[in-house]
């Protein structure tokens, strides 16, 4: 008599090994993540590896330097999530880096509005979570984590048990990762607008409509600074204002008037409903940025404060040059639409810009407006996204808060 078919689940295959090249291992020891295409070694059949598996990575000696998922299709072929042999990529050491990373945020702040994960920063490279209140949207950006897809939402389930889980799949990341662009429902009551709450004001945001997951917590940190430089009254000029988060929140700190200037007019009417459900008087006006500003000097309009929050102008290093012009003639328009003196915030998402570069471009406007600069404070993104010592990508916003006069110095 045969004996009865096992019930147990098979094992798992152990991961096959990545190995690199002859001294290629240096940046992974010292805590980099990602491996490059260029980085493996020759008799390491890359191509035979498919989309989202996992391996070993190894150095040339077969030393084990972690476990990684790995994309054969892309430049950066891996990416590692652990360094411990031990310790695969499976649904337990996603659950262990959720819950570090809600334990962070908890700490950091009182209300349930926060980027959760934010990649590599939190050892999830290639997922984002942003939580509002009870809602989760999120953006994967690799094929590795795609793969993981179903094993993030249970793990997103076990652990937050959110009322619902949107997908925003919608970035250009993805197509460099051989991924479709979609925004879908993973599970759960999704509605069709966001709710926040940042600094006792209530806003609205579009989902699949809207910027990147919906809302740029990124930049919170740096909106709460703007009080200290808001002089009783002052008029306010937000540019890029998206929803009006920058705008509402001058106005609540006592600021006498705010126009909101952006692109998208859907945008600015959810700016002037989020101004009316917090008992705000917001002006907004619809435009190309540079035309508005161009425009509004023509008038012989001046203001207190301009606020540039602007999309990222250098996506890729090629577009240095021309992003850093951009940069420079936004700055340059808006320093000519402050009155004798005044404050200029001015904002850089684009990695590919650093601190310093952004400096110079501010010095160079001013000059070419007949303006004195002095930089008063320097601001960066939201303790949300935490920076990544080994990772420089992962720093990457600057928030400039600068005095302009009409005094050359």
């Not at 990545?18 to 490059?36: C, S, T």
């Not at 939580?131 to 094929?143: E, F, K, M, P, S």
Request: hydrophobic fraction near 40%; charge should be neutral; proline fraction near 6%.
């Amino acid at each position: 008599m045969s004996a009865p078919p096992s019930t147990a689940e098979t094992a798992p295959s152990p991961p096959r090994a990545l190995r690199l090249k002859r001294g290629e291992e240096r940046r992974i020891v010292a805590g980099h993540p990602w491996v490059f295409s260029n980085e493996v070694d020759e008799h390491t059949p890359l191509r035979a590896f498919t989309p989202g598996e996992h391996a070993r990575i190894e150095s040339h000696r077969g030393q084990f330097l972690g476990h990684a998922y790995v994309n054969p299709h892309a430049l950066i072929c891996a990416r590692i999530m652990s360094r411990e042999a031990t310790r695969p990529i499976d649904r337990a050491l996603i659950e262990e880096r959720l819950q570090g990373a809600l334990r962070l945020r908890e700490r950091l702040y009182r209300e349930p509005y926060y980027r959760l994960v934010f990649g590599e920063s939190d050892g999830l490279p290639g997922l984002v979570l942003d939580r509002y209140g009870d809602l989760l949207v999120g953006q994967i950006a690799t094929a590795g984590m795609e793969a993981l897809r179903a094993t993030v939402e249970a793990a997103v389930r076990e652990r937050l048990a959110p009322a619902g889980l949107f997908w925003k799949n919608d970035s250009g990341a993805r197509v460099l990762e051989e991924l479709p662009r979609i925004a879908e429902t993973a599970f759960g009551q999704v509605p069709a607008q966001l709710a926040v709450r940042e600094a006792g004001l209530r806003f609205s945001a579009p989902l699949a409509a809207g910027q990147k997951t919906g809302w740029f917590y990124d930049q919170c940190a740096n909106r709460s600074r703007l009080a200290r430089y808001l002089s009783p009254g002052a008029r306010v000029l937000d540019v890029c204002g998206y929803v009006g988060a920058w705008s509402l929140t001058a106005l609540a700190a006592g600021a006498g008037s705010a126009q909101c200037i952006d692109a998208s007019q859907s945008a600015l009417e959810y700016a002037a409903r989020n101004a009316e459900a917090n008992g705000l008087a917001l002006e907004t006006l619809r435009g190309d940025a540079f035309e508005a500003l161009a425009a509004l000097a023509q008038r012989g309009e001046r203001f207190d404060v301009v606020v540039l929050d602007p999309p990222a102008f250098i996506k890729r290093k090629k577009d240095i040059p021309r992003g850093q012009a951009a940069y420079r003639k936004l700055n340059q328009l808006a320093m000519g639409l402050i009155g004798e003196e005044g404050l200029l915030v001015s904002c850089s998402c684009s990695y590919h810009l650093t601190g310093e570069a952004l400096t110079e471009i501010l010095q160079s406007a001013a000059r070419h407006s007949g303006r004195s600069a002095q930089i008063l404070e320097a601001g960066g993104q939201s303790p949300d996204h935490p920076i990544h010592p080994a990772v420089p990508e992962t720093r990457y916003l600057k928030a400039f808060f600068c005095r302009i006069s009409s005094q050359l110095g």
